[in-house]
């Protein structure tokens, strides 16, 4: 399920020591998975150290591991799915729907798990279709990329998804697999099983996860909407004791957006009809940002792909049908979604109110909104399965005078007026003066991103190296006589170009990776590389945190208002920053203010004077003293993130816990921890005005609440209208970008996401790319779109080219893309020049200075500069408006332009060399309109002018190519 999962991405960062005192041997039944791990607290939540083996092949993986006594949390991880521990002795909530196993550790041995195989592999069951109707062939074929192939099965929920029951024959020798079914009409989810391998069918419509970190195909029969499939209305409801600020519905009807359909309040319960096509539609229900599965109106239940479940609701003959077609002259009013504030009236500049308005989808022929008896079309911005958005703009011409506002809602030969109150209601009475503007940052929107881990890029002054002579190292900077350690130790690298240990440690026997590892960077080093970044085209540095920390990722902030001294001196940063902004660069810097490190001082003070501390309640304590010598369970003792001792949880509201404040929207209902509140927005004012930054990266926000981000954000802009504020939000997340929160988010859900699912993985189709970048182009306000930080990849994730099985073409056509979509395109450092990596530590290697030496590291840089030099001296490509000119099959087009330009971008993302033929007849380009190569991701440019014939244009692509074609006056 597309949700904020960041959890587990974020735990890597959590340094946990080792202990060795109880054997523990974990058990998982799990037949036909490839790699199976176990992660928990006692191992940081780690996804990919505790590797399980299966050494008879029954489908039993077992580990053993020595585990401090205590209770400790844990999960399963199935080919990267998360998964519970059905046999678990017991359970904790993971506080995202789903359950942890609790084990108990005592002195003696024990065994955890199932030790025997299940009989077959639960997890690939279905909920069976419940649409009894006529039957219709269909007929599904599969063509081998390689040859050598000698079985072909075609499973899905058509079949229970059952792998040798439909075999695929080639009987005409031709190389393509087919096989004729006969469906009822309805919606099917399939793979094709080629000589035992699960793979999804490239060329299918549409596509949904599996729950194995991959995803199924999707087949519909007789239920497009085009055909004029008869809809139904379906109720939700949410029934609750518990007083929710607010529930939305979420799903794969709207994109999982946990913003977008909010649920109406009545006695005990929540509730919402909404308009579906039939087939299988999973869902969960949103209350104060936490998710939960519905356990009484659901059909059944499906993996959620992270430990829990979603609910699914089968849309069959039980629920009222509707009868729906453009051009019927039947329009569903009980779906127009409409409300005369934010963001539905968008003010994204001084002199223009962005109108957007809803209908069911596939329902209407068009919409025109009448402003002061003026009519104007609206356009479709964007559909999903429920909804058709309509977007137009409205100039604002004075403040103080109303506009009168309607729309005409137009189908077939039915025209229906909606208004003030609803329809064939009076006009809806705007006055701009109380609509606030929406400001981003214009320097963001113009912008490069590139994002540097300081330990990690270059060491510029040897002299402020880590010796870990500091206190809070005493113990855990020194190896034992052995020269082994599964503990924590912290020491320097003194080969920068030895990352080898952040794959497996040189000074562990348990084969796990450094994460104590230093390296040396700091801002000097950063300094002397300015001229390489101003070179790349780079104009915005964003640092992860660089206050002082006792680790090397500095997420555990022991002093918010001190520069880590390694890092350089506070006279340093100050020369440092002049220096690039005199070159044209802004800086931003990641701010963490969930939790703090056990070094602050704040927190220390609390350790050695207990509740006679000032600082007492700034935590949330739950025992006190804390054991003087040995480990403990630091969970036991006092609140902290996930459970490490590392990060002390601040508390931000005195009368609730960490859990239950974060979702709160109003401070009024709030008992704000003012001595908190008012120390981080301290802290906050400080980098704005004594660093000069330019704005900030917040770090999971929503574990934050939500209140304390008004009073940041009003903080902020009273220093520096212009700083830029982006938060780290995994999902889609529309709540948290407007004048209350932020300007953007980290855009994981629709960029990163279908980019390295398609470009990098070869997951999907064209279709399922547009499909994943769609809702990005309209959840949001469209002065935020432009300023969203589009990232495929960064400290969290795996390096995007290791995702791609190091296939530099995929990287370049990646990075293309990046350059020339909506949004500011974001560099990890050493992406332009392919640096590799798997999750955290390693994808934080020390950057590659000697990459001048590997000529294929040199052309990656040179292609990233022509791209990036391509966008900043072309407004069409930062600026311009998007237009989708064709998505079908591995092709993929679309335009940027505006009135200094007109950019035509083209992908091809398949290894087989093709002509790809792009229709821009429909666009208004007439024949004998000229386009000419501006960019492109082929090793040797290609120069070559093309022109419209019969309104379309011929490109002869190579495997994995990208082109960017300019037109030619």
Known sequence: MQRAI????????????????????????????????????????????????????????????????????YKFVIDSVWKEDPHAADYTDDGHGGRNGLVKVTGDSMEVGQKTASEKPA????????????????????????????????????????????????????GVYEITLALDKGEYHYKFVVDGNWMADENAEDFVDDGFGGQNSVLRVGTRLDEGMKMRRVPFIFKTDKDYGAVYLAGTFNDWNPGKTLMEKGEGKWAFTMLLPPGEHAYKFVADGNWIADREGADSFIDDGHGGENSVIQVDGRFEGVDRKVGDGKIEEGAIRFSPEFPDLNRSDPSIIEVNFRT?????????????????????AAS???????????????????LAMSFLIHDGDKTTVYGFQGIDGGPIRVRPGRLETFYTPAWVADGIFYQIFPDRFFNGD????????????????????????????????????????????????????????????????????????????????????VTLGKSNHKYDAGDYMTLDPHFGSKEDWKRFIAEVHDKGIRVVVEAVYNHCGDTHWAFQDCVKNGESS??????????????????????????????????????????????????????????????????LLDATEFWLTEMDVDGFRMDVPNEVPFWFW??????????????????????????????????????????????????????????????????????????????MMNLIDSHDTVRFITTAGGDRRRLKLAALFQMSYLGAPHIWYGD??????????????????????????????????????????????????????????????????????????????????????????????????????????????????????????SLSMEAYEGLILKKLK
């Open 710 to 787: 008004k009073l940041f954000r009003e903080r902020v802009r009273s220093i520096k209208p212009d700083a830029y504020l982006v938060g780290e939000l995994w999902s889609t997340a529309p709540e948290w970008v407007g004048n209350e929160t932020f300007d953007a988010v980290m855009n994981y859900r629709h960029f990163k996401d279908p980019v390295n699912n398609w470009i990098g993985n070869g997951r999907g189709n064209a279709q399922s790319f547009e499909a994943g970048l769609a809702p990005g182009r309209t959840a949001y306000p469209s002065q935020a779109v432009r300023v």
């Open 462 to 545: 040897k002299s402020n190296d880590p010796d870990f002579s500091e206190e809070f190292y005493k113990g855990i900077n020194k190896l034992p006589s052995s020269g082994k350690t599964n503990d924590e130790y912290f020491h320097l690298e003194e080969n920068w170009n030895d990352y080898r240990g952040l794959t497996r440690s040189r000074f562990r026997t348990d084969g796990k990776p450094d994460y104590y590892s230093f390296y040396g960077g700091d801002m000097e080093g950063v300094r002397q590389k300015l001229d390489y970044l101003v070179d790349l085209g780079v104009s915005i540095i964003y640092f992860n945190p």
């Open 832 to 953: 332009e020049i392919g640096m590799e990596g798997q999750r955290d530590p390693d994808c934080r290697r020390p950057f590659y200075w000697t990459y001048a030496e590997d000529p294929g590291r040199v052309e990656m840089r040179e292609f990233y500069k022509s791209i990036t030099h391509l966008r900043r001296d072309n407004s069409a490509l930062r600026r311009g408006d998007f237009r989708l000119v064709q998505a079908k099959g591995k092709d993929y087009a679309f335009m940027r332009e505006d009135a200094a330009g007109v950019f035509l971008v083209v992908m091809h993302n398949t290894q087989d060399p093709e002509t790809v033929v792009v229709d821009l007849g429909e666009l208004g380009y007439s024949d004998g309109s000229d386009f000419g190569t501006a960019a492109g991701t082929r090793r040797e440019p290609v120069s070559r002018q093309y022109t419209v014939a019969d309104g379309k244009i």
């Open 384 to 402: 999903d399965a429920a909804e058709d958005l309509w977007r137009a703009e409205v100039p604002v011409l004075d403040d103080n005078v109303s």
């Open 6 to 73: 960041w959890i587990f991405a974020l735990a890597v960062f959590c340094l946990a020591p080792a202990a060795m005192s109880t054997s523990v041997t974990f058990y998982m039944s799990a037949p036909g998975a490839g790699q199976v791990y176990l992660a928990g607290t006692f191992n940081g939540w780690s996804a990919n150290t505790e590797l399980m083996a299966d050494e008879d092949g029954d489908g039993v993986f077992s580990i053993t591991l020595d585990i401090d006594p205590g209770e400790h949390m």
């Open 360 to 380: 069911a989808a596939g329902d209407v022929e068009s919409v025109d909104i009448i402003v002061d008896g003026k009519t104007k079309a609206m356009r479709k």
């Open 123 to 174: 997890a690939k069951k279905k909920p069976k279709q419940l649409l009894p109707v006529g039957r219709t062939g269909v007929t599904i074929s599969f063509q081998p990329k390689i040859g050598g192939v000698n079985d072909v099965f075609v499973a899905g929920s058509f079949n229970d998804w059952t792998a040798d029951k439909a075999r695929m024959t080639d009987p005409d020798g031709d």
């Open 614 to 679: 000032d600082y007492w309640k700034w935590f949330e304590w739950k025992n006190w003293p804390l054991p003087e010598q040995g480990s403990y369970e630091a969970i036991n003792y006092y609140d902290c993130w996930w459970g490490f001792g590392l990060h002390p949880n601040l508390n931000f509201d005195n009368t609730r816990k960490a859990e239950q404040e974060n979702g709160l929207k109003n401070i009024a209902e709030a008992d704000p921890n003012w001595p908190v509140v008012n120390h």
